[in-house]
């Protein structure tokens, strides 16, 4: 499978469409599972207050994951991501309550790189704080 962006379609500053992720506490053990990380932070309220943390926060990788799909959806095929980097900035704290916590995700290409390859910028958002930095991922389109 290829992707379905064409790398003449896109220009420096397209952008792709936005999405937002909901994340509950009941999210974060059903990854827990499927990850193998149940590191307390990430479900024991008590636990992440004790080590200093505002109360549960959700795993980075599962953050970084949530973030990537912007890209994946845009551009038809999770394998034309040859490349994916992120800096943690903030953690997605996730509130014992029926809302949970929201990741927002934008993005836009920043780069046109060779050999039909262009480079996203994203900019991940929760509670109006920057959970991602440095977040770029390289696509090859078709």
Do not use: C
């Not at 506490?25 to 990850?35: H, I, P």
Request: charged share 25%; aromatic share 8%.
């Amino acid at each position: 499978m290829t992707a379905k962006v064409s790398y003449g379609a896109v220009e420096v500053g397209t952008e792709l469409p936005a999405r937002s992720f909901p994340v509950t506490r009941a999210t974060l053990v059903q990854y827990a599972g499927a990850s193998g990380d149940f590191n307390p932070i990430h479900w024991n309220e008590r636990f992440a207050r004790e080590v200093g943390l505002p109360d549960v926060i959700a795993h980075g990788m599962f953050t970084m994951a949530e973030a990537v799909r912007v890209v994946t959806d845009w551009a038809g095929d999770p394998g034309s991501v040859v490349e994916y980097g992120v800096r943690f900035t903030k953690p997605v704290v996730v509130p014992d309550d029926d809302k949970g916590a929201v990741i927002e995700v934008s993005g836009k290409v920043g780069a046109l790189l060779d050999d039909r390859r262009v480079r996203v910028d994203l900019t991940v958002m929760s509670d109006g704080k920057k959970v991602l930095g440095m977040s770029r991922a390289v696509v090859q389109l078709s």
